[in-house]
């Protein structure tokens, strides 16, 4: 097996190195030495710097922006450090599972010309995210996925497979995980992408990424088999989206104006509400304006629309559902589309169903490293 093959880990960072640590820790603890961490930190009041100077390892890059960026931002000034083969981005709250290098390495040496790995993940929610779930829990990603579920070995995934799973998404239809922790990318598929703009854009700078990745990549190999921990911690994005602040958690980012520079082909139709359906169809709106001569990259309006219905009267009730709808998403429709949403809005409240708290200590984990431990045991993580 060639020790030739370099890996970057990116861990862009604010405020979180009780976090940071485990993830850094999860790099160190790994059975293959040819790779880098790149820390950009965002203005941390913590000292972080100070952290990586006591780990004296020269692998371990620490740089720190002069003033606070985005997140999107952030993440590029990241990508841009990196001088690995293969580079992976890693929030501080994630972290890789023991045997991740070695388990990717053989698919690159088994696959010449490898741009693109897609893997499984666990997720990883952390007590006290959810007032749901307030235990949290663990849970694979492999079942999730049609392009995991169906087999336990490595292939590859041809073009004519992924172009079906990426039409899907501009449908508002997800089949694979958008996260930037499902992926493993070649230093050529950065080139490639920087040609249509910067690796990372806005709003969501992991879901442009992935189906670009996925569109672009000349060779893609899907490993089932999770090998990364994704954590969803209270100092997280992910506890906006379980909380149903994502206003809020847009302004995290620093991308609460993002309506402003959307694509104009969709401005329009950009609803004031919810956050996550909207910052997404905004993003996946950039994808057929990088290649206007494509005919099969279409985003399809009326599934975002169905979408944000969905989310509207999953958290309101009927009468205050009816009022937003009629102001934030009627109101931009066609006659005949309102008709029609408006009928399938009244099917989604016949069906609704209050949610329920869930108390279960032991799908708990109080950090990533204890789950890591039980991993490497082969005990069962969680209810997978």
Known sequence: MSNNVKFSVLFPTKNRLDLLKHGINSVLNQDYNNWEIIVSDNCSQDDVKGYIDSLNDE????????????????????????????VIMLGDDDALLPYYFTTCLKEIVKNEDLELIYHSVYYYKQPNVSMYEPDGWVKSS???????KATDEPYILDKNARLKEIQSTLNMWYTFGFNAQFFLYSKELIQKMEKHGKFYQPPFPDTYAANMMMLIAEKVVIIPQELVILGITPKSYGWYAENNKEKEGMTFHKDADYREYAPKSIKSKLCNIAEMQTAAFATLALIPEKFPERKDLKLITKSYFKRVIERV???????????????????????LHRMELYFYAKKLFKKKKPRAIVLDKSTSYENVSLLIEDIVNKKQPAKI
């Open 59 to 86: 692998r371990i890059k620490y740089i720190r922006q002069e003033k606070p960026l985005s997140v999107c931002s952030n993440w590029n000034a990241a990508n841009d450090q990196a001088t690995g083969d293969y």
């Open 142 to 148: 492999k079942p999730f996925h049609p392009i995991t």
């Open 313 to 335: 009267i999953n958290e309101s009730d009927k009468k205050e559902a009816n009022e937003v709808l009629s102001k934030e998403v009627y109101s931009k429709m066609s006659l």
